[in-house]
């Protein structure tokens, strides 16, 4: 009998925080083309809050013609955890993904057991910022929030900055495992000249001990499970977790 | 002794201005200590084969076991000489004659 060889399934990739800018369309196009090139199938995009819902869908047509997703998302800086939820309030029906960055423990806290939010952030050069311990974990655990990890201060930091991000990052790594709290790798960037294809971000992530495996679940299934989930609630099909219309119709009176 | 298995890396290097070989290949060394330190780089066996300054594109030897090493190394490269730069790997292959096949494009 003769054997059918089977091509492998391709993994699909996404990073899910580039932060071009967006007053600048050319370069924000260049950016999207590029992802598309290096393999991604599904890019983040930062926008500010009040960012038009057109401008949105224009990118959206850019990065269709590139043959690549496109996801939008916020990054919430809140000071106090009263105006993370002021905000959560108003943004979370806008944008598929709601990333916080976590500059002050009792925001952190508040991120980290609220399931409107995606992604936990923390400042990659204050290293007394970063609040991602074993109680965060938990809450966060409990929660859909997953760790994001950025991979622009690893190609532009140097000597001991570097060394000392590798290891909190390589503590962080380890509670994030202990308490299965999903990781997600991201580049950061804003500048095409730092794009690093899906495999490269994921090698940067054995710097800190990450296994190939996990690291490529964090730059693939992570990120992309995060996105469906949120368009899912986000369509207007959803009623609650597990219940969707189906259909509309007389039938179903 | 065991036979030793390599991998041929063909690269894909973008920068607005390319430099020399010599060039080059210091700045992956560079990328290797910085990252592995003296001892990590003495384990990668790295050696430059092809270097094309018009098609942007090279060729290295490494150890099968530091591929991902060289990988790593590679993604942390930002400058080569003065320019803003970016090292790709379009592909990996244990022989030169299948890495070239695997990379038509570029030769």
């Known amino acids: 009998m003769q054997k059918i060889w089977v091509a492998p399934m391709r993994k699909a990739y996404a990073d899910l925080h580039l932060c071009p800018n967006l007053r600048d369309l050319e370069k924000t196009s260049q950016m999207i083309s590029e992802a598309s090139r290096l393999g991604y199938r599904l890019i983040g995009v930062t926008f500010p809050p009040n960012f038009a819902d057109e401008e949105i869908q224009r990118l959206r047509n850019v990065s269709r013609e590139a043959k690549i997703d496109l996801a939008s998302r916020v990054d919430l800086k809140p000071r106090t955890p009263s105006e993370l939820i002021h905000n959560l309030r108003k943004l979370r029906r806008r944008f598929e993904i709601i ?30 910022k970063r609040f991602f311990d074993k109680a965060e974990a938990e809450l966060a655990s409990n929660s859909l929030a997953s760790l994001e990890i950025d991979m622009k201060p690893l190609l532009t930091l140097e000597g001991p900055a570097r060394i000392k991000l590798l290891s909190n990052l390589r503590r962080e790594k380890e509670i994030a495992q202990s308490f299965h709290v999903p990781i997600v790798i991201s580049s950061g960037i804003s500048d095409k000249a730092l794009m690093r294809k899906p495999k490269e971000l994921a090698a940067l992530a054995s710097l800190f001990d990450l296994d190939e495996s996990s690291a490529l679940e964090a730059v693939s299934k992570n990120p992309l499970t995060i996105v469906k989930r949120n368009r899912e609630k986000l369509s207007s099909k959803f009623v609650a977790p597990g219940i969707r219309i189906i259909r509309r119709g007389k039938d179903c009176e | 002794m065991n036979k030793v298995r390599r991998r041929y890396l063909a690269l894909e290097i973008k920068a607005a201005k390319m ?20 001892y990590g780089a003495s384990r990668t066996g790295l050696t430059l084969i092809n270097y094309d300054i018009a098609k942007r594109f090279a060729v290295i030897r490494t150890l099968h076991s530091a591929v ?25 292959s244990g022989t030169l004659k ?4 695997k990379t038509k494009q570029y030769c």
Not at chain 1, 109 to 125: T, Y
């Open chain 1, 99 to 128: 990333a916080v960055l976590c500059e002050s423990k009792s925001v952190a806290r508040q991120a980290a057991k609220d399931r409107r939010i995606d992604l936990l952030n923390f400042p990659s050069l204050d290293f007394r």
């Open chain 2, 68 to 92: 991902e090493m060289i990988r790593t190394a590679l993604a942390s490269v930002t400058r080569i000489g003065d320019e803003p730069a970016a090292v790709h790997i379009v592909a990996v």
């Open chain 2, 98 to 101: 299948g890495l070239y096949e």
């Open chain 2, 19 to 38: 430099t020399d070989s010599k060039e080059f290949i210091n700045t992956v060394w560079s990328a290797i200590l910085k990252l592995y330190g003296e």
